[in-house]
Structure formats: C-alpha cells, structure tokens
C-alpha cells in the first residue's frame, strides 16, 4: 500500500479513507497520532496490529467538541470544568465507559474511556468531515519515539497505513497529559504531560497522587506506562550530573571502545562536542519547552547516526521538566553517576 500525504486542501480525500476503514496519521499539538473511526473494530484491532501494540494498552479517543455526554456513561463535574479551562489542548481525560459507542478494543477490556480535544484545526476538521471520533495512538512503531513531524510517521509506518495528514512539526512534542477522574481517591496524573500539576490544582483542587512523585510505585498508571518506550535502538544513558561526570562517562564509553552520541542543551554541547561523534542541540539549557519539542527528534536523529550509545542530559523535573524527564528516563538504560 502507498503511503500518501494530505493537507488541508485534499482532507476531504482523507475523510473518506477513514470512513472506509483505512488508517490515516493526523497531527495533534503534542505528536502525531494513527487515526482510525473509533466506532469500526476492524480498523481498531489494524492500529494496534501496525503499531505492534500490546493489546492490552487501551487507546485514547479524539473529539472534535466538548459535547461528550453521548460517548461516556457520564460527565463528572470536575470534568466539565477542566474541558472549558483545557480544551482543546493536550489534556487527556479517563472517563466511565459506555457500553455499545466506540469498538471494543479501544478501551482494551477496561471500564473506563479516555478522551482528549487536540489542539490542531486541521485534525478537529478531520473529525467533523469524518463524523464520528477517531483514535489515536502516536503514530509509531510500538516501544519507539513518538513521531513529531510526517516523515517521522513515513519512516515508521510506510506502506503500512493509507495517509498521512501532513501538519508540519508538532507544537509541544510531548504526549498529552493523563487524567484519571475515576478514582475513589480523587484525580490522579496517570501520564505527566504539558498541563501540570501546577495549572490542573487551582482549576480541580488538590490531585490524590501523581505518577512520577517519590510514591509512584504505589500510584496507578496509565496501562501504557509500564512499557519500556521512546527507545532508539541504541542504549542512551541519563546524564544527571557535573562536567567532571559528562568527561567520566564519554571517557568510559570511548574507553570499551564505544562511539558517542549526545543529546544535550547547547551549553553541554559546547563543553563536549569535540569528543563526540554526533550531537543533537536541546536549545539553551534555560528552555525546557524548546528541548520538549525536540526531543523525539533528537533521539530518531541519533538512532540513524554512527554511534553505539547516546548520552542524554537531564533536566529540571518541574513544570513541563517533569514530563520531560519522565520520558527522558524511560528512553534511558542507565544513569550516570551510578547512585
Ligand atoms: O498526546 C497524546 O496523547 C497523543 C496524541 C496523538 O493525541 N496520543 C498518545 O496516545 O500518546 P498513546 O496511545 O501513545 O498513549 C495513550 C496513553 C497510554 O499510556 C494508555 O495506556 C493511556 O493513555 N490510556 C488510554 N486509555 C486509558 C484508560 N482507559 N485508562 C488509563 N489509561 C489509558
Ligand atoms: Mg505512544
């Protein structure tokens, strides 16, 4: 099967695929997505199979409004106020499932149904010339980087699925935020993502526990997160320490005879990059929002490069660092300094 683009001006094209049961990729402010009608279980069960996705991680489903009433078994108040003051925008939301709306193996055996309102005039257009929501996995193979641009789709997912909906490269390049509202014990971040803790707290009230915080073993999570994930083929190790440590480690590496990637703000590219074989620039430390946006980039870059391992650099894990360092660490085999 080709493989084809679309934009704006051949969506209706696209619509129709989707209607047909094809899969077509969509861009979303956070990364790409595979779109399949979420109601068609054939198409379902193909994203999964293209993907190589564990059947057991449940998808999440996009709308293209806040009229969700018709697709949960309810609304809960929290929920009403978080869809005015978010959406559309990367929060994603676990809602109580209704029997019979979308096929079966979109929620994979859960009771509950995950929705979220991208942020992208093109893929809401998407939805409404569709006429029913779409889910929407990210759009590579299962365990890889997400993909943040359409060629990351095509080098993933070519020949495999019908189109592409070519939106240029994602805004945040993170996966949306993970909100579970159907806990006993209160709201709960299942997956931490461009909408923090900091924002989500004035609007709902204090969260119950959040995935990522020193109790995270004991927090629920998202079905997905216990995956490894965002890997390049690659080993990257997770650099959290001085100039004294990056010069350790590229010594070691370089001493078992290994060749180095490093993905990094500029500052330590600067320090380092004559020892190297390749870089990838993070933008100035100071950023955390320039090195989210690239960072799936980066390590799909450093996987094509030369190189035996990948020295990844961490960050500040508050704010947006948090979601940041979440899938920095879950890309990471080893940390250096040892603790
Ligand atoms: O930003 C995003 O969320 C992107 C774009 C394309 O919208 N999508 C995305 O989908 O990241 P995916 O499938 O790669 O990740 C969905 C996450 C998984 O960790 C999954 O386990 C969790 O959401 N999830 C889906 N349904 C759930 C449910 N009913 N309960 C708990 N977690 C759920
Ligand atoms: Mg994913």
Redesign the pocket.
Known sequence: METKIYDASTIDEAAELLKAGDLIAFP?E????LGAIASNDEAVKNVYKVKGRPSD????V?VSDREIAKYVAFVPQQAEILMEAFWPG?L?L?FPMKEGIFAPTV?AG?N???L?M?DQEQTLELIRKTGFPLV???ANTSGKP?PTTAQHVLHDLSGKIAGILDGGETQIGL??T?L?LTNAVGPII??PGAITEAQLEPVIGKLAANAGTANETEAPK????KYQHYSPTQPVILIDGTTADWKAAIEECHDQGKEIGILASEEKLTAHKEAVRATFSLGPKADVTVASQRLYAGLRYLDEQPVDVILVEAYDPNGLGKAFMNRMEKAASAKYPKK
């Open positions: 979303t956070t990364v790409y997505g991680n449940p998808l999440i996009h990367p994603t676990i929620t859960h509950t149904v995950a979220r991208p929407g996995p990210s997400s996966e949306s993970v579970d299942l997956r998202a079905p997905g997160m």
